[in-house]
């Protein structure tokens, strides 16, 4: 059984950053596209970047050129660098592969807010 445990969420004001981490068990991980996603409040969840497992990324336009997506294949972790947050990046991050096929972690937080 595959557990995803996201960490690193916080409140930050505009213009801040964050780096949000994702520890996945299993030692197949690095075969696997992986992707962050997330669900602000009352809105479907949606994929805001991917990296295949040869390091391709692609990000959502809303987050291009802000958010960075990489995986460290040694700690089956896969971490997105967050820079210049705005308040619509207000959400609950998740990761999975892309497209998903674990059961979700319980997510981290991310609140931008003055």
């Known amino acids: 059984q595959v557990q995803l445990v996201e960490s690193g969420g916080g409140l930050v004001q505009p213009g801040g950053s964050l780096r949000l981490s994702c520890e996945v068990s299993?030692?197949?991980?690095?075969?696997?596209?992986m992707g962050w996603y997330r669900q602000a409040p009352g809105k479907q969840r949606e994929l805001v970047a991917h990296?295949?497992?040869?390091?391709?990324?692609n990000y959502a336009e809303s987050v291009k050129g802000r958010f960075t997506i990489s995986r460290d294949n040694a700690k089956n972790t896969v971490y997105l660098q967050m820079n210049s947050l705005k308040p619509e990046d207000t959400a609950v991050y998740y990761c999975?592969?892309?497209?998903?096929?674990?059961?979700w972690g319980q997510g981290t937080q991310v609140t931008v807010s003055s």
């Open positions: 990296i295949t497992s040869g390091v391709t990324t």
């Open positions: 299993g030692s197949m991980f690095r075969i696997y596209a």
């Open positions: 999975n592969t892309k497209p998903p096929n674990w059961s």
